[in-house]
């Protein structure tokens, strides 16, 4: 072969000439189609790299072990911790049972879930915790944004078009992935009485999700419906997707308490030989609460696996400060300790936090709102304070916690 004169692309051998933008090297050029080129092979590489590393096979875990790992990261909660790592078991074990065992004529069901708790509790940590051992895609979709198709905001399809984004794409491992809709008791029927006005919000969502929740294939906008009306439909096939709901239902505890007090009639009734705790009515929640609460039969039907959290005392609280891994106050400590500083907390001060906390009614989300406020101000000067150890005393902290007023935006 004989050598091209001039400057040419030591790659394609393209004349200057023939290319936009020509780059020299030390002893060789390459032109700008190679150079695009190159990149697109790196961009596969990256993505193909990304897929291998991140949709791993499914880490079955027993129900034990699944609880052992929630005990790290959520406090207290035992009862739907366990009712949570059997439904997650059941699960998983019922895909595998399919993998293997194809001529079995024994079908086995989707064990659905959904959580009634206050604010603050516990339950998107517990879906998520839950969702990173057993190394499957996650995604949180919020009730309240969603409507019937057709109207103003988003279709009930776009959560699985966010199980999609967070699976890369990889159908496969989306549909083996968990999705936790939130508030999902914001979608309850308005009401029992006709109207002339759809309910579009509520039991048109409702209706919309029934699909998703019993297991379908579904035709699914990679990228949301409305914006991208032109993109390519995804087919996803929600059989095997594990649909967590969880709600604060503020109210319920009315309508149990109402439905309790009819059981409680007449001498043969077993609740009279049990004190009902009326401190905590959601326990006793059932699939009859949420119906009259204002799901439909149909949705309540397709979640199976009711569970409860309960309420956080001080205790609990006090708990969620300093022991779980991820504990709000091993947090601070880490970003202290990167710029080479020692906190110290008093025990007074987390009491004080915890206390403020009750008084919100916020759970576990109100105590990052209360250290926000007291350690912000040595956060700012951290980097350049000469001292090496940091003390936070109880006089400072409600020093600072009534600067940011929180009691009066409470």
């Known amino acids: 072969m004989t050598k091209k004169k001039g400057e040419y692309c030591s790659f394609c051998m393209r004349q200057k000439s023939q290319t936009s933008l020509l780059i020299a090297g030390q002893e060789a050029f390459i032109c700008n189609h190679c ?55 059941n699960h998983y074990k019922r895909i595998l049972h399919r993998t293997l065992n194809t ?15 206050e604010t603050g509790t516990g339950k998107t940590l517990m879906a998520k915790t839950i969702a990173k051992i057993l190394n499957v895609p996650f995604c949180i979709a919020d009730a309240t944004v969603l409507t019937e198709a057709g109207y103003v905001g988003e279709d009930v399809e776009s959560v699985l078009s966010r199980l999609l984004q967070v699976s890369n794409f990889d159908v496969e491992a989306a549909e083996k992935g968990i999705i936790f ?19 579009v919000s509520g039991e048109g969502v409702q209706q919309g999700l029934l ?9 699914v906008p990679p990228y949301g419906g409305r914006k991208h009306p032109e993109q390519k439909m995804i087919n996803v096939n929600t059989q095997n997707i594990l649909f967590i709901c969880g709600g604060a239902f503020d109210g319920i505890e009315r309508k149990i308490s109402e439905r309790l007090n009819k059981q409680s009639i007449g001498f043969k009734s077993d609740l009279k030989k049990h004190k009902i705790d009326n401190q905590n009515l959601l326990q006793y929640v059932s699939p009859q609460d949420l119906k009259n609460f204002g799901l439909i039969p149909e949705l309540v039907g397709r979640l199976p696996v009711v569970t409860h959290l309960n309420p956080l005392d001080a205790q609990a609280l006090r708990r969620i400060l300093t022991e779980p891994r991820n504990a709000i106050l091993k ?26 906390a009750i008084a919100f009614k916020l759970g576990a989300r109100g105590l990052r709102s209360i250290c926000e406020a007291i350690m912000n101000d040595l956060m700012y000067s951290s980097p350049e304070n000469p001292d090496t ?11 600072r916690f009534n600067y940011a007023r929180l009691d009066h935006a409470a």
Do not use: C, W
Not at 41 to 56: D, I
């Open 35 to 89: 150079v695009q080129e190159a990149y697109e092979m790196l961009q596969n590489e990256k993505l193909s790299h990304v897929n291998r590393s991140e949709n791993k096979e499914l880490t079955l875990l027993i129900p034990s072990e699944i609880k052992k790992h929630l005990d790290e990261y959520v406090i207290g909660q035992d009862e739907a911790k366990k009712v949570m790592a059997v439904a997650v078991y």
């Open 103 to 117: 001529d079995n004529q024994i079908e086995i069901e989707k064990s659905n879930i959904i959580m009634v708790g």
């Open 181 to 199: 809709i939130d508030e999902i008791d914001k979608i309850s029927r308005k009401g029992d009485n006709p109207s002339i006005t759809r309910d």
């Open 211 to 219: 699909k998703l929740l019993e297991g379908s294939v579904i035709h």
């Open 331 to 356: 947090q601070y400590t880490e970003l202290f300790r990167l710029d080479q500083k020692e906190l110290i907390i008093e025990d007074k001060v987390i009491d004080f936090i915890v206390e403020k």
């Open 389 to 399: 150890i940091i003390r936070v005393t109880l006089s400072y902290a409600k020093e």
